[in-house]
């Protein structure tokens, strides 16, 4: 019996290094396993801790996984009931963003960060694509910047394409274990690239007709880094449906809304359309930007389509 981290998952197989010696085997889960009680595409994820048991083959069963610190989850996106957990046990996600080629939408940033926060997981949004950018459009990513940056997220214009803001990216991610998302397109196999030549990871054309990227990465792993610490390469995302987030809850998980919430006149407002509420009044005199109080709105609807989904 040993334990080891996960560090790729591909589809039934995932590659387990062992703490004792490093090795790397592969394993399936064992039998029933899947069935406790956990409502997920993928029981296991990349940076779970687990139990295995080798067997003749020079394969092995996970048997046990240890209780998890966090995890990123988004829900599956052909079953809605069930979720997809991307990574687990993780130090800070990147979430790389485009302002175009392809763009990335701010409904898109606003769910990441939300279901970020309601695993407690920090994230740092980097601005790719710098090199690309038209002056108008320099301004535009210069406004969002200063408005997640306002928030309360750490933001970095970079470019993997030149090499721009790298350094202060790998001193970011040195010793720490950091799960690396966005949309398909948005360049993060090249900036793996970048980071760690000698990775080769495959980088895809953006479609033109769509002005959006292709999945190149399947499934996560987890790439070693030179001075210590994990990037875990995970496949790009679409969308990002949120899961198991109460209405409730919600209001905890957008910063700015939170602040400005506990102003309110009722309790249980829902900062859609109650009288005294400190949040509307606050989006009508910019304290809180339009697009991220849609965005909040978007969610909240999800929960309600829910309440009535057979």
């Known amino acids: 019996m040993y334990t080891g981290l996960v560090i790729k998952n591909t589809g039934s197989w995932y590659t387990v290094k062992t703490d004792d010696g490093g090795q790397l085997i592969d394993c399936k889960i064992k039998g029933n396993f899947r069935l406790k009680g956990i409502r997920s595409t993928n029981p296991v994820a990349v940076g779970d801790r687990v139990t295995i048991i080798p067997n003749a083959e020079g394969t092995a069963f996970i048997t046990a996984i240890e209780d998890r610190r966090n995890y990123i989850i988004r829900k599956s996106s052909n079953l809605s009931k069930q979720s997809h957990i991307i990574a687990a046990n993780v130090d800070q996600a990147f979430l790389v963003v485009t302002v175009n080629y392809p763009q990335t939408s701010t409904t898109f940033i606003d769910r990441f960060l939300a279901s970020a926060e309601a695993y407690r997981v920090p994230v740092t949004l980097l601005f790719n694509k710098t090199d690309l950018l038209s002056e108008e459009e320099l301004r535009y990513q210069q406004m969002m910047i200063d408005l997640y940056d306002t928030v309360g997220y750490q933001c970095l214009a970079i470019s993997a394409e ?23 397109g948005v360049g993060k196999s090249t900036l793996i690239n970048r980071l760690l030549p000698g990775v080769n990871l495959r980088t895809s054309d953006i479609s033109d007709a769509h002005n959006s990227g292709m999945h190149t990465t399947t499934f996560s792993e987890m790439i070693p880094l030179p001075l210590g610490g994990y990037i875990i390469d995970t496949p790009g995302i679409k969308g990002f449906g949120t899961f198991d987030i109460e209405p409730e809850e919600l209001t905890g ?34 304290f809180i930007s339009q697009s991220r109080y849609q965005s909040y709105l978007s969610m909240m609807e999800d929960k309600e389509e829910s309440k009535y989904r057979k």
């Open 162 to 184: 030149t090499g721009e803001g790298i350094d202060k990216v790998m001193d970011m991610l040195t010793g720490k274990v950091t799960v690396l998302s966005g949309n398909s």
């Open 253 to 286: 998980y957008f910063k700015e809304i939170f602040r400005f919430s506990k102003e309110c006149r009722f309790s249980n407002c829902t900062h859609t359309h109650e009288p005294g509420c400190a949040v509307l009044k606050a989006v009508e005199e910019h």
